[in-house]
């Protein structure tokens, strides 16, 4: 069974920083991207930035050079470091990891909440 565990959210003033972190553990065969994703109250769960196995990022438009993912393939880890917060950035992050044979699996998710 696969299990993604999830850290590093918190209360955060506007213009601070956090740092999330997800480790997989299991038996996992032919990881693919590891990546984050948010969802904030009422709204849908969005992307927010992916790494390939192969050292490809994606991230969505509203990062704009704020968030850096990373990744560390031998060790099945993958963070976010996350800069300039906005309170529109407040909301549950999840972290998510797809195999190349098509299963994909969550973590719990971490809340994140940008205010003064």
């Known amino acids: 069974q696969v299990q993604l565990v999830e850290s590093g959210g918190g209360l955060v003033q506007p213009g601070g920083s956090l740092r999330l972190s997800c480790a997989a553990s299991g038996k996992i065969f032919s990881i693919n991207a590891m990546g984050w994703y948010r969802q904030a109250p009422g709204k849908q769960r969005e992307l927010v930035a992916t790494?390939?196995?192969?050292?490809?990022?994606n991230y969505a438009g509203f990062v704009k050079g704020r968030f850096t993912i990373s990744r560390d393939n031998a060790k099945n880890t993958v963070d976010l470091q996350m800069n300039s917060l906005k309170p529109e950035d407040t909301a549950v992050y999840y972290c998510r990891l797809g195999t190349y044979y098509g299963a994909e699996f969550w973590g719990q998710g971490t809340q994140v909440t940008v205010s003064s």
């Open positions: 790494s390939t196995s192969g050292g490809i990022t």
